[in-house]
T-cell receptor, first 115, second 115 residues
Framework: EAGVTQSPTHLIKTRGQQATLRCSPISGHTSVYWYQQALGLGLQFLLWYDEGEERNRGNFPPRFSGRQFPNYSSELNVNALELEDSALYLC??????????????FGPGTRLTVT | AQKITQTQPGMFVQEKEAVTLDCTYDTSDPSYGLFWYKQPSSGEMIFLIYQGSYDQQNATEGRYSLNFQKARKSANLVISASQLGDSAMYFCAMRLIQGAQKLVFGQGTRLTINP
């Protein structure tokens, strides 16, 4: 069974540009989560999508946005890139049944570098 | 709000020895789950073990066990018979059972296994 996949592996952008990161969940998982792992800041929750809806977002500005498609894959968009957006962006997926989610399985991440 | 504290930034252990990685947590919610993840240098977060707040017995998964002491709010990871491949960052995380399904992570412990 295929795990969570993310693309691209690496992304280099300049300040002010937009970045789009993609994630495909494990087959059968309806929930997708995005996390940012910036140097010195640890892992921070960004967004949670389930059944195409944004369910929760972390303490990030509105220029971080995303969506979930009917096949449950997801996109994270970061507009007006700033240098401090440089980080490893991790996507995770899980089952979500009866208002309860299960273990989150992570993808390999996209390393975004903003110059 | 939930909080995870990992007080050991780094640990060095001889191969084949057992190792305990410390984790304490804080939440006022009685229903939660505790997780341990391993992050090798490749960046991918690998799920290791889960403990629910109502579970009566400590969780075990192969060489991994979770020493859950609810009254002390601690959830230490024990790795028995350590191997060179265990060298990685280890993160403790928690999630509430109801409501926002985000994982809250600790700062991590870098474990190095020496031959």
């Amino acid at each position: 069974e295929a795990g969570v996949t993310q693309s691209p592996t690496h992304l280099i952008k300049t300040r002010g540009q937009q970045a789009t990161l993609r994630c495909s969940p494990i087959s059968g998982h309806t929930s997708v989560y995005w996390y940012q792992q910036a140097l010195g800041l640890g892992l921070q929750f960004l967004l949670w999508y389930d059944e195409g809806e944004e369910r929760n977002r972390g303490n990030f500005p509105p220029r971080f946005s995303g969506r979930q498609f009917p096949n449950y894959s997801s996109e994270l968009n970061v507009n007006a890139l700033e240098l401090e957006d440089s980080a490893l962006y991790l996507c995770a997926s899980s089952l979500f049944v009866g208002y309860r989610s299960y273990e989150q399985y992570f993808g390999p991440g996209t390393r975004l570098t903003v110059t | 709000a939930q909080k995870i504290t990992q007080t050991q930034p780094g640990m060095f252990v001889q191969e084949k020895e057992a190792v305990t990685l410390d984790c304490t947590y804080d939440t006022s919610d009685p229903s939660y789950g505790l997780f341990w993840y391993k992050q090798p240098s490749s960046g991918e977060m690998i799920f290791l073990i889960y403990q629910g707040s109502y579970d009566q017995q400590n969780a075990t998964e192969g060489r991994y066990s979770l020493n859950f002491q609810k009254a002390r709010k601690s959830a230490n990871l024990v790795i028995s018979a350590s191997q060179l491949g265990d060298s990685a960052m280890y993160f403790c995380a928690m999630r509430l059972i109801q409501g926002a399904q985000k994982l809250v992570f600790g700062q991590g412990t870098r474990l190095t296994i020496n031959p």
